[in-house]
Structures are given as structure tokens and as C-alpha cells.
Nanobody, 125 residues
Framework: QLQLVESGGGLVQPGGSLRLSCAASGFTLDYYNIGWFRQAPGKEREGVSCISSSDGSAYYADFVQGRFTISRDNAKNTVYLQMNSLKPEDTSVYYC??????????????????WGQGTLVTVSS
């Protein structure tokens, strides 16, 4: 049973920070690329960031560039998304998802076969 479980969401003020976690079970995530996605009510799903298991190279969407950082801790079988300088428009349900091993990751949702349940991030005063 391959599973991903997100955690770390919550309510934060604009300008604040949160760290999301994506914990893998049933497989070793260092052989999978991991993507972060988000979807707000009434809006389409957006690719946020991804990290390659091969060399740790990362991709960031323009709307989070310079504010978010993706990282991997193989010992804990967990991928993180550090979110700084949060804005109200970052409010969304955030999902992590796993794609097959490749040297370059992608945030094309269809390439990802295992998805977490999502964690809600609310940025509001």
C-alpha cells in the first residue's frame, strides 16, 4: 500500500511561514520524484514545486519563486515545503504526489500516480 500523508497546514497571518510535510509509507521516496500542488475553491489546480530524487534538482512556479523551498530528508522518508512570506492568495489545499523516478521532476499532475489527502493552508489576518 503506497501512501503519502501531508501535514503542517493551518492558519497563518500574511507574511508568516509554514512548513508542510509529505511523509511516504509503503515505498522509499528517494526513488520517486515528488510534486506539490494546490487548489483553492473555485480555482484550477496549480503546480507549486517539485523535487527530483536523482539529484535533488527542484522546480518552482513563478508565483512562489523566492518564497517557497522544497527539500527532502531521506532518513525520515519525507519531503518538505517551506513556505515563507505567505500571501492571502496562497490560501489553498496543498497536495503532495509521487511520480516515477526521473532525473528531472515535473508539476504536470497526470504524471503523478500516488496522491496525499491534502492539508489546508489559510493565510488571513
Amino acid at each position: 500500500q503506497l501512501q503519502l500523508v501531508e501535514s503542517g497546514g493551518g492558519l497563518v497571518q500574511p507574511g508568516g511561514s509554514l512548513r508542510l510535510s509529505c511523509a511516504a509509507s509503503g515505498f522509499t521516496l528517494d526513488y520517486y520524484n515528488i510534486g506539490w500542488f494546490r487548489q483553492a475553491p473555485g480555482k484550477e489546480r496549480e503546480g507549486v514545486s517539485c523535487i527530483s530524487s536523482s539529484d535533488g534538482s527542484a522546480y518552482y512556479a513563478d508565483f512562489v519563486q523566492g518564497r517557497f523551498t522544497i527539500s527532502r530528508d531521506n532518513a525520515k522518508n519525507t519531503v518538505y515545503l517551506q513556505m515563507n512570506s505567505l500571501k492571502p492568495e496562497d490560501t489553498s489545499v496543498y497536495y503532495c504526489a509521487a511520480a516515477a523516478f526521473h532525473r528531472r521532476c515535473t508539476v504536470i499532475a497526470e504524471y503523478h500516480k500516488v496522491w496525499g489527502q491534502g492539508t489546508l493552508v489559510t493565510v488571513s489576518s
